[in-house]
């Protein structure tokens, strides 16, 4: 190959640089022009826009109207318009004559808050719904959501999404009645009666008051689809009494038989008595909701207000007037009359209320004030009445003391009469005793005599038996011993080698035996030695010292 021109060299020299300054400054575009840096707590929001002249291939379809800009699988736009997903941060390129970007803040939430979270982008929904269903950027209608948000940091697309912030508890008052939403807290001793304003296709829940109540706690609720009302749960207490007239110094003033005055108004329940007379009367009634019957009572009533307003005074009023009309004012005065009429009038009480899901614990009729022109002639005769029954038990008692002292007489008598008679009878059984005690005695000292006269014959007996039984034994014993000498002279041959061999067995083990030969005209000769022999062993055993045994010869 022939070396190139320096035109050529020039040239790819030229080309080399131009290709250096293209990529140098496609950089630069890149990273002046194109580039976005998207720090923490912020989301890039993209809208492509197309190329600004037409390029084939490049030159998308908008988004249908009120509908995002469709994406590939790749993330490529396959239109114009804004998109749905946003980018986090970091460090992006994006080619501004093709892409619209805005840098935007994510959503906080705080604690004790929620967001509703209206869609602006998707179909219309169905006839009859007005609630979307599915999480951010997943919904297919526009709308507000379902579900709301709950504390937390969110990345919400703000030209999709309109984000409503509510603090805290949303509470709707109409008719003395509070329906709550947004961030709604159940403090311990209440439940949350929740009301549907629309059913729920993914849970099938019906609107309107649900059965189930809530427990206490924190509840996220969404105001365009639920209210919860707040019910106390447990026994409350309600008192209808009449207002008393006090003195100047704040104590209850009475009339002149003690008795409180009640004042001339409206208060405790009222009522004519059976004869006319006006009556009033105290009323306490021990009353409330139990979890199950919370949601009929504000179904049936509204809230505990109303429940009380509508449903337990009702009750007591017309329970005691309808009980108390039927009896007279003396029979209101009865102690035993009155038990009866509390009895009534708290079992009616508990029954009603029961029949519209309200529980009852008591329904005590606590006072009962009966005009004093009344209560006086009543009392009065209440009280001679009561003198005549005293008088009479005065006499009655009189007689009783007259006949107790007439027998405590008698029982003296009769005591004494019952000692003499006891010391009688003990001095006789004393002689019959002791007549007793000298027979026995004498049965037994005979009996005695008659034992140890059997027992001198027992024990001559014995002494016979026992020395007749010695000789024999002795007897026996003999022969036993002549036999056993029988048999050894018979083994031995004769008597005297019997004698023999008992002879030698006598003799001890350590005997020294001499052999002294006497031959003829030896014997003197040897006698010596024989007597000294005998005399040195006898010195030998005779003296102290000597630690053996003497032996024989």
């Known amino acids: 190959m022939s070396a190139l021109s320096r035109g050529q060299r020039i040239l790819i020299s030229l080309g080399i640089c131009a290709v250096l300054f293209v990529a140098v400054g496609w950089q630069l575009f890149q990273w002046t022009i194109c580039y976005w840096y998207v720090d923490e707590?912020?989301?890039?929001?993209?809208?492509?826009?197309?190329?600004?002249?037409?390029?084939p291939g490049m030159d998308l379809p908008a988004a249908p109207e009120g509908q995002l800009a469709e994406v590939d699988e790749s993330g490529r736009p396959k239109q114009k318009g804004i998109l749905a997903e946003m980018v986090g941060p970091g460090r992006h390129f994006y080619n501004?004559?093709?892409?619209?970007?805005?840098?935007?803040?994510?959503?906080?939430?705080?604690?004790?808050?929620?967001?509703?979270?209206?869609?602006?982008?998707?179909?219309?929904?169905?006839?009859?719904?007005?609630?979307?269903?599915?999480?951010?950027?997943?919904?297919?209608?526009?709308?507000?959501?379902?579900?709301?948000?709950?504390?937390?940091r969110y990345r919400i697309n703000p030209k999709a999404f309109d984000v409503s912030i509510v603090t805290g508890e949303e509470v709707e008052r109409s008719n003395g009645m509070e329906k709550r939403s947004g961030w709604v807290e159940i403090a311990p001793g209440y439940v949350g009666v929740v009301t549907n304003l629309t059913d729920n296709p993914i849970t099938?829940?019906?609107?309107?008051?649900?059965?189930?109540?809530?427990?206490?706690?924190?509840?996220?609720?969404?105001?365009?689809?639920?209210?919860?009302?707040?019910?106390?749960?447990?026994?409350?207490?309600?008192?209808?009494?009449?207002?008393?007239?006090?003195?100047?110094?704040?104590?209850?003033?009475?009339?002149?038989?003690?008795?409180?005055?009640?004042?001339?108004?409206?208060?405790?329940?009222?009522?004519?008595?059976?004869?006319?007379?006006?009556?009033?009367?105290?009323?306490?009634?021990?009353?409330?909701?139990m979890p199950d019957q919370a949601?009929?009572?504000?179904?049936?009533?509204?809230?505990?207000?109303?429940?009380?307003?509508?449903?337990?005074?009702?009750?007591?009023?017309?329970?005691?007037?309808?009980k108390g009309s039927k009896l007279k004012a003396a029979e209101l005065l009865d102690g035993e009359t009155r038990q009866g009429l509390q009895s009534e009038v708290s079992q009616s009480f508990a029954e009603i209320l029961k029949t519209k899901g309200i529980s009852v614990q008591n329904g005590l009729v606590r006072n009962i004030y009966i005009p004093q022109d009344v209560r006086q002639p009543i009392q009065q005769g209440y009280i001679a009445d009561e003198l005549k029954i005293t008088r009479e038990q005065e006499q009655i008692t009189a007689m009783t003391e007259g006949a107790l002292r007439e027998a405590e007489e008698k029982v003296k008598v009769q005591t004494e009469t019952i000692n003499v008679e006891t010391?009688?009878?003990?001095?006789?059984?004393?002689?019959?005793?002791?007549?007793?005690?000298?027979?026995?005695?004498?049965?037994?000292?005979?009996?005695?005599?008659?034992?140890?006269?059997?027992?001198?014959?027992?024990?001559?007996?014995?002494?016979?038996?026992?020395?007749?039984?010695?000789?024999?034994?002795?007897?026996?014993?003999?022969?036993?011993?002549?036999?056993?000498?029988?048999?050894?002279?018979?083994a031995f041959g004769s008597g005297q080698a019997y004698n023999q061999w008992a002879f030698a067995k006598g003799l001890p083990d350590n005997i020294e035996l001499n052999l002294i030969y006497s031959g003829q005209g030896t014997f003197w000769t040897d006698l010596k030695g024989f007597s000294e022999t005998m005399l040195g062993k006898q010195v030998k055993e005779q003296s102290p010292s000597s630690p053996t045994t003497p032996s024989k010869k």
């Open 204 to 289: 099938k829940v019906k609107p309107g008051i649900q059965s189930n109540v809530l427990q206490p706690g924190n509840y996220p609720t969404n105001k365009r689809e639920q209210q919860i009302d707040v019910v106390s749960i447990g026994y409350l207490e309600k008192s209808v009494e009449a207002t008393m007239v006090l003195t100047s110094d704040g104590h209850f003033k009475t009339d002149s038989s003690g008795e409180p005055m009640v004042a001339e108004d409206d208060s405790g329940i009222e009522f004519p008595s059976d004869d006319g007379f006006t009556i009033r009367m105290d009323f306490t009634a021990i009353w409330g909701l």
């Open 295 to 322: 949601p009929e009572a504000i179904r049936n009533f509204g809230n505990i207000s109303a429940v009380e307003n509508k449903a337990v005074m009702p009750a007591i009023e017309n329970i005691c007037r309808m």
């Open 41 to 55: 707590g912020n989301s890039l929001l993209l809208t492509y826009k197309g190329p600004p002249l037409p390029i």
């Open 96 to 152: 501004p004559f093709f892409w619209e970007c805005q840098k935007v803040p994510d959503v906080v939430i705080e604690t004790k808050t929620v967001a509703i979270v209206t869609s602006r982008f998707g179909k219309d929904l169905p006839k009859g719904q007005f609630l979307v269903d599915g999480e951010i950027g997943k919904t297919e209608f526009r709308g507000t959501l379902r579900k709301v948000l709950g504390p937390g």
């Open 423 to 490: 010391q009688k009878m003990v001095a006789g059984k004393i002689a019959e005793g002791q007549k007793t005690a000298a027979e026995t005695k004498a049965k037994t000292t005979k009996l005695v005599a008659t034992i140890a006269r059997d027992t001198a014959e027992i024990e001559k007996e014995a002494t016979i038996t026992l020395g007749a039984a010695k000789a024999n034994a002795l007897t026996l014993e003999e022969e036993a011993k002549a036999e056993k000498f029988k048999f050894a002279v018979e």
